[in-house]
């Protein structure tokens, strides 16, 4: 992983990894990384990559160097490259000189048919019974893509003595079962199966004396996890949320994450992709209001030479870059409709179409949405659209403000002084002033207050060496009160709209939503339509 090392003369001060897509830095809070100083613009530069290739480019009136010379337009990085900000060199490093933090891989969880997530996930739990035969009521829930049933050494091992080893298999795909025929005879309707079958919910099967039925069950789940990724904290709040991502890393389907400027979504997207059975593809991160609205097919799509003025190549969309991997698009509620039309359209399975020719591709990309705009009031407007957001909301999340999770400061203050240098210590003096802070900018802004008092203090934070924005000093943090993705009243008159549009035919109403039918039967069911 690429980096930045801070240093003022001979004094090395903090190292900072740097992410795939644009980094900030600045006099700004705003910015990702924030340094102090007259000589410093708010936004002084910004630095893009996509993990091989770095660009940086100066937006200050001061201006910036690098390796000496001063940087006019977008700038290559190299391994080495030092750069200069007012009173600070910062050396970039390159891919594999900053090693990045360690996630354990969870396994796809293609045997769950998810129904819904938000504040807990509800999944489809494939099982098998007995219903005739010796284990009469038994129950096994089936957890694994793949269970072989019968003797002694299968899966699931029945106490019929007639049964072979591996008598039959079951495939699980999202919840939905298929027969397999094993190295016994297996009965399906009154005849032997010779290929794979799928089995119907309550469908029974026979092998040697036994009757076996198989359905399903919804099983509502609240993991809780002490980290995701590099996110920590210890309040019950974050708990659940680590434990709900770190499950849904382990399904393939959209995550909308839900929460205020500063709060971690960029962070959040990062530990789904690294906790994934994607984490050895590629991360690629779009800032959605970073793109005017006609060149939104060309980042996202890619186009063909001779397409429009100024293509003179061919150039790959983020569709391209992220196949086989995940695909993060922040500030979601940023798109304007015409974009979020086309979108849907991917979203949908329609594969994707370079601007310039009629040719559809079908990279295998995994979406991770981010907003802190209210998409409910936006749909309830009509400046997003309804389809679109029901396809992202299956699995969402909502990261908490900092202010609603003051447990986790006393941790979280070591931990990021520690990130700008490895020997930063904290006074009782100065925590007592961390803690008694509102932090309307929340992660952010206790990130960059730490970040300014190591670079104006050293290592060991005083009270003195604190330096708050007046700006996020005074401004007012009212607690939000409006209703967020899974709010009760408002899915449920949606739904009855849609219901009434199609009639009432289920299987109408969940190709419009982008669900399954099952899924759709599930939120009736829990909002009172049934």
Known sequence: MAGLLFYRGEMRLLEYRLRPGRTTIGRADFCDVSLPGESISRTHCVIDGSG????????????????????????????????????????????????????????????????????????AQ?????????????????????????????????????????????????????LEPGEGQTWLDGRPIRDITPVLP?????????????????????????????????????????????????????????????????LAAHGVHRHSPRADGPFVPINCGAIASDLFESELFGHVKGAFTGATTDKAGAFQEADGGTLFLDELGELPLAAQAKLLRVLSGSGVRRVGTFKLEYPDVRVVAATNRDLVQMVRSGTFRSDLFFRLE????????????????AMLVPHLARQHNAAATITPEAMAILMAHPWPGNIRELSNVLRRAIVLGGPRVIPESLLFHELTAVVSVPPRSRPGPGDAASEREFLTGVLQRHSGNRSSVARELGISRSGLIYRMKRLGLM
């Open 126 to 178: 494939a099982r098998l019974t007995v219903v005739d035969g010796e284990g009469r009521g038994e129950r096994f829930y089936l957890t694994r893509p793949r269970v072989s049933i019968g003797g002694p050494g299968s899966t699931i091992v029945l106490p019929e003595p007639s049964l072979k080893r591996d008598h039959c298999r079951l495939r699980i795909s999202r919840g939905r079962v298929m």
């Open 52 to 123: 091989q290739e770095w660009l940086l480019t100066d937006r200050s009136r001061h201006g910036t160097t690098i390796d000496g010379t001063r940087c006019d337009g977008r700038t290559a990085l190299s391994d080495g490259s030092r750069i200069g900000i007012g009173e600070f060199t910062l050396v970039f490093r390159g891919a594999d000189a900053i090693a990045p933090p360690t996630s354990d891989a969870v396994p796809l969880r293609i045997h769950e048919e998810l129904l819904s997530a938000g504040d807990a996930m509800a999944v």
């Open 202 to 266: 309550d469908e029974e099967f026979r092998i040697g004396a036994c009757v076996l039925r198989v359905d399903t069950e919804p099983l509502v789940i609240t993991p809780e996890a002490d980290r995701f990724g590099e996110m920590i904290g210890v309040s019950r709040e974050m708990k659940k949320v680590f434990g709900l991502l770190k499950r849904m890393a382990g399904h393939d389907d959209p995550i909308l994450i839900i929460g205020d400027s500063g709060t971690g979504k960029e």
């Open 394 to 409: 299956t699995l969402f999340i909502t990261l908490p403000p900092l202010r609603k999770r003051l447990d986790d400061i």
